[in-house]
């Protein structure tokens, strides 16, 4: 954990199972301080998410253990609910809506020169870590469309032409520059 409370994923081989072994236990600490309590679910599991990054399996695996609850549960849950990811995630979300209006607007358009650009599929994230690519049914931006979201910033009438321009400001942050 860092001074802010936020978890801190493991950085080098030598020390990542030992510090990937202290996150699984604090999230099973968690977990059995819930033990019980009806409808804790979801939060314990978006607790559990802010600490390991992501939900895999094994995450699932000791919340399940933690509360006393089936696996299935559990997992139902996070299939269930988009804000879980069972993926490890990117500094960046992209979010590209394929709402009706964005959809007829170009909206796949958009996806498909994303995939191109970043390299990934819809669902994946890039292998430096940078952007998770995903698509939203509507990001309540319809008269915008088509529309995308990186983060918590909403991109209007977006065109494929003008998205490695977008990407590359954030781009800049990963090499340290201010966003």
């Known amino acids: 954990m860092d001074e802010n409370n936020k978890a801190v994923m493991p950085t080098c081989d030598a020390c990542s199972h030992t510090d990937e072994q202290a996150l699984l236990a604090r999230i099973d600490e968690l977990a059995r301080g819930y033990r019980g309590r009806e409808g804790s679910l979801i939060q314990v599991l978006h607790m559990a998410q802010s600490i390991y990054g992501y939900l895999p399996l094994e995450v699932q695996r ?7 609850i089936p696996l299935a549960e559990v997992s139902g849950v996070v299939s269930f609910y988009s804000f879980f990811s069972t993926q490890r995630r990117g500094k960046h979300t992209i979010r590209v809506c394929l709402g009706t209006a964005c959809y007829v607007r170009g909206g796949k358009r958009i996806v498909e020169r994303l995939e191109e650009l970043l390299k990934v599929g819809v669902g994946d994230t890039t292998p430096d870590g940078l952007f998770t690519l995903e698509v939203a049914r509507c990001i309540g931006a319809c008269g915008l ?7 918590d910033t909403v991109y209007k009438r977006v065109n494929p032409d003008n998205l490695e321009h977008i990407l590359a ?11």
Do not use: Q, R, T
């Open 62 to 68: 000791v919340v399940a253990d933690g509360l006393e």
């Open 145 to 151: 469309a088509p529309a995308m979201s990186i983060d």
């Open 169 to 179: 400001h954030y781009a800049m942050d990963k090499e340290g520059d201010a966003v």
